[in-house]
């Protein structure tokens, strides 16, 4: 049996927001596992970094706190996942936040049948929801003093639209508006062109990121679960009926 492992950075939002994207696109497919890490993508770059022969899926399952995942992935070896993608935030307010530190991650967890492939969340899982018209969402960005987790959370919820604001509530049609603004946006931050072609490099976004706005002290929004869904499904998906 195939089975994909998808390791989340929290517990609450991102596996609500998982949840309905399932229901939308992976209904009835292969098996997949979902596991918390419960902590940041910095503390995992500490524990990879402590030791330069640790496997990242051991680790994943050693460091995961909670029994339930724990007894769902403690009979199973790696050879036995086909496929890893991990879901992380930036957070740049994160008092072990560095640049090379992000850049490193990208370009370690760069491939689903090895390591694992990551996608990150600009500023944080609540970018998902941070959206209320496509074309105004190209340039959306947020101040660093503004992504620190209270603040962001409530200005994300005060100007995204309201059909974004519940996990529950978003059905395929929805994730398919989603998919299209946020593979708009990264395309445009990478390239300046406006596509809606999947994008496979997310170091080249995280560059983007660093290199054009950092510097202004500003993050550009953009969410992980639409550009996961262009990259694991192509552009069909946005036809998907």
Not at 44 to 53: I, N, P, R, V
């Amino acid at each position: 049996m195939e089975r994909t492992l998808f390791v989340f950075e929290g517990e609450g939002r991102e596996k609500l927001y998982f949840e309905s994207l399932e229901r939308s696109f992976f209904s009835g497919e292969q098996s997949r596992i979902l596991v918390t890490f419960q902590n940041d993508i910095y503390e995992l770059y500490k524990q990879l970094k402590a030791d330069d022969d640790l496997n990242p899926y051991e680790l994943i399952k050693e460091l995961n706190p909670l029994a339930k995942n724990r007894e769902s992935l403690g009979k199973l070896r790696r050879d036995q996942i086909s496929q890893i993608y991990l879901f992380f935030d930036m957070e740049p307010h994160d008092d072990h936040y560095d640049s090379q530190k992000l850049l490193d991650m990208l370009a370690h967890f760069d491939n689903e049948t090895e390591h694992g492939k990551l996608f990150i969340s600009y500023p944080m899982i609540e970018a998902l929801r941070d959206i209320d018209d496509s074309t105004e969402y190209l340039t959306r960005t947020v101040s660093l003093e503004d992504c620190r987790g209270k603040i962001y959370k409530g200005l994300s919820a005060q100007r995204g639209n309201s059909i974004y604001q519940d996990a529950r509530k978003i059905d395929k049609a929805v994730w398919q508006t989603l998919i299209m603004a946020n593979l708009q946006k990264a395309n445009y931050l990478i390239s300046g062109t406006i596509s809606q072609a999947p994008v496979i490099d997310q170091h080249a976004i995280a560059q983007s990121q660093l290199d054009q706005h950092l510097p202004n002290g500003e993050v550009a929004i953009l969410s992980a679960f639409p550009i996961f869904l262009g990259d694991y499904f192509g552009r069909k998906i946005i036809f998907f009926k």
